[in-house]
């Protein structure tokens, strides 16, 4: 079977600051991978790469059997991304915005996928609403519509339930669970939220000063440091604690 994502040495510097360095891994159908790390560690950098919004300084990235660098237009229509802290326009009501998204998806009729969508995410009641009216939490679920708008095969979620009550972010977690099984989509999810992170993650990949420095399933992770949640191992790597020795990158 061939894998959805496989990324290469990939690398993005910024004059000379090194914002990702080395950084190699892949993630098959159905699987969700976990990107970790603090601020400034590269996730960010990472996600943009692998979706074409930042040219690597070096490495290759390869989604869907496609090279992103040369045949991203057989891509791009297949993915699809979700952060709240992009913003989709304020003067649009949450309608229109997400109907600007599903014409340039081609969606064979657009208000019904919208109508679909504003259903199944439970905000049908705020589609004529200015989106710069909402609160963040509402702005949180209209970004998830936005990027499953398009039925992706690969989604990028960058904090999908920031902003959310514990009941509301409990749903969106089933519903990105029972996407992933109905669909087989490819899930690479950066987030904050550990506990979220040991529920819906497959593998993880622990990044610090733009590299893998450690990788593993929640359960291997957890044991390798002898920890009881995986905040507490987000907190060793972050402090550079392992058995005493200093984190070194993994290849």
Same mark, same amino acid.
């Given at each position: 079977?061939? *894998?959805?994502?496989?990324?290469?040495?990939?690398?993005?510097?910024?004059?000379? +600051? +090194?914002?990702?360095?080395?950084?190699?891994?892949?993630? =098959?159908? !159905?699987?969700? /991978?976990?990107?970790? !790390?603090?601020?400034?560690?590269?996730?960010?950098?990472?996600?943009?790469?692998?979706?074409?919004?930042?040219?690597?300084?070096?490495?290759? /990235?390869? /989604?869907?059997?496609?090279?992103?660098? #040369?045949?991203?237009?057989?891509?791009?229509?297949?993915?699809?991304?979700?952060?709240?802290? +992009?913003?989709?326009? $304020?003067?649009?009501?949450?309608?229109?915005?997400?109907?600007?998204?599903?014409?340039?998806?081609?969606?064979? *009729? &657009?208000?019904?996928?919208?109508?679909?969508?504003?259903?199944?995410?439970?905000? #049908?009641?705020?589609?004529?609403?200015?989106?710069?009216?909402?609160?963040?939490?509402?702005?949180?679920? /209209?970004?998830?519509?936005? =990027? @499953?708008?398009?039925? &992706?095969?690969?989604?990028?979620? %960058?904090? &999908?339930?920031?902003?959310?009550? &514990?009941?509301?972010?409990?749903?969106?977690?089933?519903?990105?669970? %029972?996407?992933?099984?109905?669909?087989?989509?490819?899930? @690479?999810?950066?987030? $904050?939220?550990?506990?979220?992170?040991?529920?819906?993650?497959?593998?993880?990949?622990?990044?610090?000063? !733009?590299?893998? +420095?450690?990788?593993?399933?929640? =359960?291997?992770?957890?044991?390798?440091?002898?920890?009881?949640?995986?905040?507490?191992?987000?907190?060793?790597?972050?402090?550079?604690?392992?058995?005493?020795?200093?984190?070194?990158?993994?290849?």
């Amino acid at each position: 079977m061939t *894998d959805a994502l496989e990324v290469s040495g990939l690398r993005k510097t910024f004059g000379e +600051v +090194v914002a990702v360095d080395e950084v190699s891994f892949s993630a =098959a159908p !159905g699987r969700t /991978v976990g990107l970790l !790390g603090g601020n400034g560690a590269g996730k960010t950098t990472t996600i943009s790469m692998l979706l074409g919004l930042l040219t690597p300084t070096a490495g290759s /990235v390869q /989604v869907l059997g496609h090279d992103l660098a #040369t045949d991203r237009y057989a891509v791009l229509p297949r993915m699809n991304f979700s952060s709240p802290y +992009v913003d989709l326009p $304020h003067r649009l009501t949450v309608a229109q915005n997400l109907l600007v998204y599903a014409e340039l998806y081609g969606e064979p *009729d &657009p208000r019904e996928r919208v109508r679909e969508l504003a259903d199944r995410l439970q905000f #049908t009641e705020l589609l004529d609403r200015a989106t710069g009216k909402l609160s963040a939490g509402q702005k949180t679920r /209209v970004s998830l519509a936005k =990027a @499953l708008i398009n039925r &992706p095969e690969v989604l990028l979620l %960058d904090e &999908p339930t920031a902003s959310l009550d &514990p009941d509301t972010g409990d749903w969106v977690r089933r519903y990105l669970e %029972d996407y992933r099984e109905r669909t087989s989509a490819t899930i @690479l999810l950066a987030s $904050h939220n550990m506990g979220e992170v040991e529920r819906l993650c497959d593998d993880v990949l622990m990044m610090r000063r !733009g590299r893998v +420095v450690d990788r593993g399933s929640p =359960a291997e992770l957890l044991a390798r440091y002898g920890r009881q949640t995986l905040e507490d191992v987000f907190l060793d790597i972050a402090r550079e604690r392992r058995s005493g020795d200093r984190l070194e990158p993994v290849s």
